[in-house]
């Protein structure tokens, strides 16, 4: 041990790095952590948790517009983003330094600088200092990606900067059709501001499940914003008054903010991984094993940067899974199946399992339960809206393989739906839990009759 100057060294400080650290602390390992922007990493400072604070801001046009249906006379709302801004910079202060809080009190050390690897066990800080380390684990996240170089790529902003607009833009097209994508879409219309999106496939939010992708698009083009498809930003051009984007089938849209949101790359460029030894895998992030073991026997790497199962809570469990592993003397691989998740769209989704095209082609049988109703709140505030509800079976074991939702707090709903799921929960528990009355929730326990059934010995 005399050789090294720490048991592990971890390069970034977001939600996976900073868990492995604390945890690897406990267990007594002496810890450095360095990062080169501001601790807590995507989710706290420029991602999750910026991104639900104006979801929530944005959901309040509607609620002012629905208050009347119920009664409530209220005087013509105003918004100001710059109070929103303020509001929810204040709040990412307060959460960077608790997790600073965080580090201090497990007494691992923090580095606010950036470090690369030279070997195996070298680390070189911008300072010129070098850590030699037993164990080095890489946790640096990802990063925006644009895509193709077009003319005028210079103006498009990524999700990043729409974090500190100086002002609400009157106009924006977005490209993409993800997560982040439909998030912002929803929260600029909620705001007041014409949304134009732009997206390059057939339809939004690829890999989910066909119907909730359609009743997502439903429900975004009743709100106002227009969709565009099989269409990508050709070039933009910065006129007088806003930008002159062309697309690629020669449309113009006339706009005063371009924004890309066409996806993340794990951010391994510059790293030194090459000189360490550490290889990437096909999708090009880290490669690992089970264990989140790189290449090179002494080096992990969690989160993003490995681009397995890229959401915040699977960075934290491979965290903490990791520092159980080398330091707590508890070998623990981390299950990538069955993940749920939240889309916070508008409407919001929750998902979780197989998709019906996916379930057809792993399962010999399917049964396929779905429903789409009016929620009961808009009975008096007449807003023309529609919750789904999808539930998709293995038809040999009853098991519930499935779960897609489009609906008010659906994020929620999936959370304890996840929990069932992942325990086995056939159909037949679903049905014999009683409903609680009235919710929209109770629709997950009384759906009894299939909308579809796939068997694929009688299909051939």
């Known amino acids: 041990m005399a050789d090294h100057d720490v048991d592990l060294f971890v390069i970034g400080a977001g939600s996976g790095g900073v868990r492995a650290a604390r945890i690897a602390s406990s267990y007594g390992a002496r810890v450095m952590i360095a990062e080169e922007f501001r601790v807590g990493g995507t989710c706290v400072i420029r991602g999750c948790v910026p991104k639900k604070l104006l979801v929530y801001a944005s959901r309040f046009s509607a609620e002012f517009e629905d208050a009347a249906g119920f009664g409530w006379t209220v005087p013509q709302p105003t918004f100001h983003w710059p109070a929103l801004i303020a509001n929810k910079d204040s709040e990412i202060a307060r959460l960077e330094a608790a997790y600073i809080s965080t580090l201090e009190r497990f007494n691992v050390k923090l580095v606010r600088t950036r470090a690369v690897l030279e070997d195996a066990h070298t680390v070189r800080l911008t300072t010129g200092a070098r850590v030699r380390a037993e164990t080095i684990l890489i946790a640096t ?68 499940d066909d119907d909730l992708r359609e009743h997502l698009r439903g429900e975004m083009v009743k709100r106002g914003i227009k969709i565009i498809t099989k269409q990508t930003v050709a070039a933009i051009e910065k006129v007088d008054h806003g930008y002159d984007v062309g697309l690629s089938d020669n449309e113009q849209v006339m706009t005063d903010l371009v924004m890309f949101a066409t996806g993340r790359k794990p951010n391994v460029h510059g790293l030194g991984l090459e000189a360490a030894g550490v290889k990437l895998g096909k999708t090009g992030g880290i490669a690992v094993d089970e264990f989140s073991k790189t290449t090179v026997e002494n080096i992990y790497a969690v989160g993003d940067v490995t681009n397995r199962v890229n959401l915040t809570p699977v960075a934290i469990r491979e965290g903490h899974a990791f520092a159980d592993t080398v330091y707590g003397g508890k070998p623990t691989p981390v299950d990538h199946a069955n993940v749920p998740t939240a889309v916070f769209s508008e409407p919001e989704l929750g998902v979780i399992g197989l998709t019906e095209t996916q379930a057809r082609e792993q399962l010999a049988k399917v049964d396929v339960y779905k429903t789409s109703f009016r929620p009961m709140k808009a009975t008096l505030s007449g807003r023309d809206t529609r919750g789904f509800m999808k539930l998709l079976v293995d038809g040999s074991t009853d098991r519930v393989v499935g779960c897609h939702i489009a609906g008010a707090d659906a994020g929620e709903l999936i959370q304890m739906v996840g929990v069932a799921v992942k325990m086995g929960a056939t159909k037949a528990d679903f049905d014999a839990t009683m409903a609680v009355h009235p919710t929209a929730a109770e629709e997950l326990v009384t759906m009894r009759e299939k909308a579809a059934s796939y068997d694929r010995a009688a299909a051939e």
């Open 141 to 208: 996240g990802a990063t925006p990606y644009h895509g193709a170089q077009i003319a005028g790529l210079e103006h498009v902003i990524s999700s990043n900067e729409a974090f500190h607009l100086k002002q609400l833009p009157a106009r924006i097209l977005i490209q993409g059709g993800g997560y982040i994508a439909v998030e912002f879409a929803g929260i600029f219309a909620g705001l007041g501001t014409e949304v134009t999106l732009v997206y390059r496939g057939e339809n939004i939010l690829r890999g989910f």
